[in-house]
T-cell receptor, first 113, second 112 residues
Framework: GAGVSQSPSNKVTEKGKDVELRCDPISGHTALYWYRQSLGQGLEFLIYFQGNSAPDKSGLPSDRFSAERTGGSVSTLTIQRTQQEDSAVYLC???????????FGQGTRLTVV | TQLLEQSPQFLSIQEGENLTVYCNSSSVFSSLQWYRQEPGEGPVLLVTVVTGGEVKKLKRLTFQFGDARKDSSLHITAAQPGDTGLYLCAALSNFGNEKLTFGTGTRLTIIP
C-alpha cells in the first residue's frame, strides 16, 4: 500500500501478557515515530527512529516498553507485562526525512483487561 | 523538554461562527505544522509554516506563525460541521533534534 500500515488494528489482551504492535512505514521514509493516544487526549511521544542514528527513546514510559526497526523499514513496538493503564491507541508515523510531513497509520487500539 | 500548549482544550460552537485556536511555547521552532484528526483515523497534515510572521490560508482556515517562531494560531471562518475534529500543532526544534513534538490538542465540535 501507499500509506503507513499498522497491525493489528485492534488488540485485546489480558493484564500481564506481552504484546507486539507492527508498523510498516511508507517506502523510502527514513524517519519513524511511535505515539500513544489515550481516549480524547493528544499524542504522547514514545520513540523516534531516524536513519541509522540511535533511536530517541526518551518518551518510553517504562522499561516494559521497547521498539526496534529492522532494516530501516518495519518497526515493532513491544509492551511486556501489560497493565490496564497501557490501554490506548498506538499510532505510528513516518516521514521522508524527519523534518517534513508526518504520515500516520490508523493506529492499533490496545485494550488490556 | 519542549512543551506545546494548545488552547482552548475544548471548543464547541455553532455552525457559521468564527473561531481561533492557539499553540504556544517558550521555545523557538524551525517550523510548525498543524494537523487535524478525525475519529478512528490518524492525524492528517493541514499546513506547515516556517517563517516568522508567515500567514497561510487554506480555504476558510488561516494559519499564522508568530514573529518570534514560538507560537501559532489557527483561525476558522464560518465553521462547518466538517471542521469537527482534534486539531494538533506540531513543531520541530531549532536545536538539531528534529523529533516532531505534538501539542496538547484542541477538540473542536461544530454544532449544525
Amino acid at each position: 500500500g501507499a500509506g503507513v500500515s499498522q497491525s493489528p488494528s485492534n488488540k485485546v489482551t489480558e493484564k500481564g501478557k506481552d504484546v507486539e504492535l507492527r508498523c510498516d512505514p511508507i517506502s523510502g521514509h527514513t524517519a519513524l515515530y511511535w505515539y500513544r493516544q489515550s481516549l480524547g487526549q493528544g499524542l504522547e511521544f514514545l520513540i523516534y527512529f531516524q536513519g541509522n542514528s540511535a533511536p530517541d527513546k526518551s518518551g518510553l514510559p517504562s522499561d516494559r516498553f521497547s521498539a526496534e526497526r529492522t532494516g530501516g523499514s518495519v518497526s515493532t513496538l513491544t509492551i511486556q507485562r501489560t497493565q490496564q493503564e497501557d490501554s490506548a491507541v498506538y499510532l505510528c508515523a513516518s516521514s521522508l526525512s524527519g523534518i517534513g510531513e508526518a504520515f500516520f497509520g490508523q493506529g492499533t487500539r490496545l485494550t488490556v483487561v | 523538554t519542549q512543551l506545546l500548549e494548545q488552547s482552548p482544550q475544548f471548543l464547541s460552537i455553532q455552525e457559521g461562527e468564527n473561531l481561533t485556536v492557539y499553540c504556544n511555547s517558550s521555545s523557538v521552532f524551525s517550523s510548525l505544522q498543524w494537523y487535524r484528526q478525525e475519529p478512528g483515523e490518524g492525524p492528517v497534515l493541514l499546513v506547515t509554516v516556517v517563517t516568522g510572521g508567515e500567514v497561510k490560508k487554506l480555504k476558510r482556515l488561516t494559519f499564522q506563525f508568530g514573529d518570534a517562531r514560538k507560537d501559532s494560531s489557527l483561525h476558522i471562518t464560518a465553521a462547518q460541521p466538517g471542521d469537527t475534529g482534534l486539531y494538533l500543532c506540531a513543531a520541530l526544534s531549532n536545536f538539531g533534534n528534529e523529533k516532531l513534538t505534538f501539542g496538547t490538542g484542541t477538540r473542536l465540535t461544530i454544532i449544525p
